[in-house]
């Protein structure tokens, strides 16, 4: 695995490194450098972390789910063929690189540093992150490198890490995030603690441990196909997460110069790559049958991005409370709950979503009214649950994940060996690291919790 090393020690810098949104890279890739500080203050490093992961994510992570779950359509050049699997191993060496160099390596060096230091409160953040992103990967990928990646210039690397177990992976993301909780409530957060810095919460680690939660729970729902327990574990992480909107787990950009929305920049960059629009896209025709009003907020003429998601500082959202409320759904459902009581979650997400969006309390009880009831049968009350997550998740990620996880909705492949089930691995990866590479397709194997 041929891992660059950035350090990243300034948010100016990270601002000017990211500029490239729809370029080869977000990033610049250098080798390795002997020469770099592996103990950068801690209140430099975090805001560059948070941005990496808001770029990384709404860049190519964002589009290629998108494209792959049928949120938007591929309508010219690359897109047009990636929209129609048309993929090889050099499709993903940008998100694979940003990733793994720029985002969670340098998590990876806030979270040692700041263990050095007894600087507790960064270090339980940086694992926050670190499980967050680690979710990502796994998700996509399945077996990734981790227990002897990432330490770049710090001792202990590996230019030829290991592939670690994916189900193992969910389990060490999972004991990131209580490490980060117990650091938290151990009475001792270090003489130095974020602050102004926090670009995503303000230092406010009772947020931080609720983003923790929310990591969990999805890491469970994930889980909970057949599995009442792990239903019955995401809702316990979920009772301990988000209250409202405003506690979603989020970068929010400012919409200045290179600070742009990576969605925002790729429209400006790459006009008519990627349409949205009632003629072509699954989402948006799905949206118009069900008369949504969110529409507007998702396309607007022409087939652009609405204006929620396609400003120059509109947010990269990571987890939200809507997404957790359809979680507490699905989970009460799948661990043999009332359809009734999951019925009252199931409508409060949907609220919730469309109260985030702008959307008139008239209009959301019409559609509340037309589309706000469970079927009483349990997998089809799953399925409709699903069905409205989908569209509540609008280019993240997790609605790909999602759609592998239930089949909802009824996406028609652009194959006959049906939709993608997950990402090949990049051809760094074959170029540098061939030995430990697993032999992959985009369909086989499938990810562990892929049943």
């Known amino acids: 695995m041929k891992l660059y090393k950035i350090k990243i020690f300034l948010a100016a810098s ?24 592996s103990d950068a203050a801690p209140n430099l490093l975090l805001p560059s972390c948070e941005i990496a992961i808001g770029f990384t994510q709404g860049g190519d992570f964002s589009r290629y789910s998108s494209l792959l779950s049928q949120q938007a359509f591929g309508a010219q050049n690359q897109t047009q063929t990636f929209y ?12 694979w690189g940003d990733m793994y160099t720029s985002t969670m390596e340098n998590i990876y060096t806030l979270m040692i540093t700041s263990d050095a230091k007894g600087y507790n409160a960064y270090a339980g953040v940086a694992r926050i992150m670190l499980a967050y992103c680690l979710q990502l990967v796994v998700d996509d990928w399945g077996n990734v490198p981790y227990s002897d990646a990432l330490k770049g210039n710090l001792s202990g690397g ?23 909780i117990a650091l ?21 680690l009772g947020l931080w441990a609720k983003f923790g939660h929310a990591i969990k729970a999805r890491l469970f729902i994930h889980q909970s196909k057949g599995t009442p327990a792990m ?6 992480e979920i009772a301990s997460s988000f209250a409202s909107n405003a506690e979603n787990a989020q970068y929010l950009f400012t919409g200045t110069g290179t600070t742009a929305n990576p969605w925002e920049q790729f429209g400006n960059d790459r006009a008519g790559y990627i349409s949205f629009d009632s003629t072509n896209d699954f989402l948006i025709k799905m949206m118009a049958g069900l008369h949504d009003p969110r529409v507007p907020m998702f396309a607007v003429a022409g087939g652009l991005l609405g204006p929620y998601y396609g400003s ?59 589309n706000g009831t469970l079927p009483l049968t349990t997998d089809a009350a799953i399925a409709q649950v699903a069905s409205q997550e989908y569209i509540a998740l609008f280019l993240n990620p997790e609605a790909w994940t999602l759609y592998r996880r239930t089949g909802v909705p009824a996406i028609t492949p652009l194959s006959s060996k049906g939709v993608p089930r997950r990402l ?21 194997p499938a990810i562990f919790w892929d049943k």
């Open 158 to 180: 590996s230019i030829h890490p290991k592939y670690d177990d994916a189900a193992k992976l969910y389990d060490t993301a999972a004991a990131l995030v209580d490490a980060a």
């Open 84 to 95: 129609q699997y048309g993929i090889n191993p050099g499709t993903f060496e940008n998100g």
């Open 424 to 444: 090949i691995y990049p051809q760094s990866e074959y170029s540098y690291n061939a030995a430990n590479v697993p032999q992959s397709t985009l369909y086989t």
């Open 312 to 370: 120059i500082n509109s947010p990269v959202e990571f987890i939200t409370m809507d997404e957790l409320l359809f979680m507490k759904a699905e989970a009460t459902l799948r661990s043999g709950g009332a359809v009734a009581t999951a019925q009252g979650f199931y409508q409060a997400a949907i609220d919730s979503n469309m109260t985030k969006l702008g959307v008139a309390p008239a209009a959301i009880a019409t559609y509340l009214a037309a």
């Open 184 to 204: 938290f409530n151990g009475g001792n957060l270090g003489l130095k603690v974020p602050g102004a810095d926090d670009a995503m919460y303000g230092g406010d």
């Open 14 to 37: 990270a601002i000017m490194l990211l500029a490239g949104a729809c370029k080869k890279s977000y990033f610049t890739d250098v080798n390795n450098n002997p020469n770099a500080v």
């Open 231 to 236: 239903a019955n574990s995401a809702l316990t």
